[in-house]
């Protein structure tokens, strides 16, 4: 009974967006339809040609279909599709990735346990294009469902301890989105973790420790075309924005952020190294690799990574089981 209660409470919108990938779109709104507790389906169209339009139109009602007169990039039709949801909760998918049958049950079942969340986050599986599984990401700590409250967020995500993941991983409350002023129409990648910082001001973290979506890793990714310069200095800036919300009691331990910046400098050469783009990774590794913080933050992350998600210390201090 509770449980039936609890699915009944919290309505979920699951937002779609999409341009050009008809056979793709196609998969994911099938996932939003056979989804254990029913939902709004919302397709965010970014002024599709290939046929997108009709084809959800022939659905009729079981979608909203919001057509956006041009192309607004990921972000413009993230707006534009929360816009018109009108669900308490949105669960956003990219059109070439899908669902789990079981999560938007699964997402609920948590958020009846911590009604305080505004941002609730899943494992995942990589795919490719013949939904063969790749790989799958890391359980993010103990048990199966566990939440992080509010103050502890930010100085996670600094550290690399809290990894939301991408938008198949991710739901959030409506209302807190719309308080986060919505996806940054200026950010050119990572304009999903870039939302994740300003919605976790809102209200406390819930991780799901189960598989509930499914990614593909393809050549049209959207992501394969992000050049190494263009990832380096996004990643700064999003460590920048992260940096400025840490609660004030961890402003005494976290490192200073110019050294947070050498170390990323580091990272990024280290990847144009392994990529064999020699003199991007030269370019980027000049003076940091001279700076005895940067190697040592470097180390620490890989460490972090390494380890079992249980046996980290720093996720004893700041994450409280359910």
Same mark, same amino acid.
């Given at each position: 009974?509770?449980?039936? *209660? &609890?699915?009944?409470?919290?309505?979920?919108?699951? !937002?779609?967006?999409? $341009?050009? +990938?008809?056979?793709?779109?196609?998969?994911?709104?099938?996932?939003?339809?056979?989804?254990?507790?029913?939902?709004?389906?919302? !397709?965010?169209?970014? %002024?599709?040609?290939?046929?997108?339009?009709?084809?959800?139109?022939?659905?009729?009602?079981?979608?909203?279909?919001?057509?956006?007169?041009?192309?607004?990039?990921?972000?413009?039709?993230?707006?534009?599709?929360?816009?018109?949801?009108?669900?308490?909760? =949105?669960?956003?998918?990219?059109?070439?990735?899908?669902?789990?049958?079981?999560?938007?049950?699964?997402?609920?079942?948590?958020?009846?346990?911590?009604?305080? %969340?505004?941002?609730?986050? @899943?494992?995942?599986?990589?795919?490719?294009?013949?939904?063969?599984?790749?790989?799958?990401?890391?359980?993010?700590?103990?048990?199966?469902?566990f939440y992080i409250p509010q103050a502890d967020i930010h100085y996670g995500m600094l550290l690399e301890v809290v990894p939301f993941g991408t938008p198949a /991983? !991710?739901?959030?409350?409506?209302? %807190?989105?719309?308080?986060?002023?919505?996806?940054?129409?200026?950010?050119?990648?990572?304009?999903?973790?870039?939302?994740?910082?300003?919605? %976790?001001?809102?209200?406390?973290?819930?991780?799901?420790? /189960?598989?509930?979506?499914?990614?593909?890793?393809?050549?049209?990714?959207?992501?394969?075309?992000?050049? #190494?310069?263009?990832? +380096?200095?996004?990643?700064?800036?999003?460590?920048?924005?992260?940096? &400025?919300?840490?609660? /004030?009691?961890?402003? &005494? !331990?976290?490192?200073?952020?110019?050294?947070? @910046?050498?170390?990323?400098? #580091?990272?990024?050469? =280290?990847?144009?190294?392994?990529?064999? $783009?020699?003199? =991007?990774?030269?370019?980027? &590794?000049?003076? *940091?690799?001279?700076?005895?913080?940067?190697?040592?933050?470097? #180390? /620490?992350?890989?460490?972090? +990574?390494?380890?079992?998600?249980?046996?980290?210390?720093?996720?004893?201090?700041?994450?409280?089981?359910?």
């Amino acid at each position: 009974m509770q449980m039936k *209660t &609890a699915i009944n409470a919290v309505k979920f919108s699951i !937002v779609i967006t999409t $341009h050009n +990938r008809l056979s793709l779109l196609q998969r994911a709104i099938n996932s939003a339809f056979a989804q254990t507790v029913a939902c709004e389906v919302v !397709v965010a169209d970014n %002024a599709s040609s290939d046929g997108t339009e009709d084809y959800v139109r022939s659905l009729g009602d079981r979608v909203v279909y919001r057509r956006n007169a041009t192309n607004t990039n990921h972000s413009g039709a993230v707006n534009a599709g929360v816009d018109v949801a009108t669900g308490d909760w =949105i669960k956003l998918l990219d059109d070439d990735d899908y669902l789990a049958p079981n999560c938007i049950e699964e997402m609920i079942s948590a958020i009846a346990l911590r009604p305080q %969340a505004v941002i609730c986050s @899943c494992q995942a599986a990589q795919v490719n294009e013949q939904e063969a599984e790749l790989s799958q990401t890391s359980p993010a700590g103990p048990g199966k469902v566990f939440y992080i409250p509010q103050a502890d967020i930010h100085y996670g995500m600094l550290l690399e301890v809290v990894p939301f993941g991408t938008p198949a /991983q !991710v739901a959030f409350q409506r209302d %807190a989105f719309l308080r986060s002023g919505g996806w940054d129409l200026t950010m050119t990648s990572c304009d999903d973790i870039d939302s994740w910082i300003r919605i %976790a001001q809102f209200g406390d973290a819930l991780f799901i420790n /189960q598989c509930l979506a499914y990614r593909t890793v393809w050549s049209g990714g959207y992501d394969q075309k992000i050049s #190494l310069l263009q990832r +380096r200095d996004t990643n700064i800036l999003i460590k920048e924005r992260i940096y &400025a919300l840490i609660d /004030q009691r961890y402003q &005494a !331990v976290v490192p200073a952020i110019e050294d947070i @910046c050498r170390y990323l400098q #580091l990272h990024w050469s =280290i990847v144009a190294f392994k990529q064999k $783009h020699f003199a =991007i990774a030269l370019s980027m &590794a000049f003076p *940091t690799a001279f700076s005895p913080t940067a190697w040592r933050l470097l #180390l /620490q992350a890989v460490k972090f +990574r390494q380890q079992d998600a249980n046996a980290l210390s720093i996720r004893k201090e700041i994450l409280v089981n359910v």
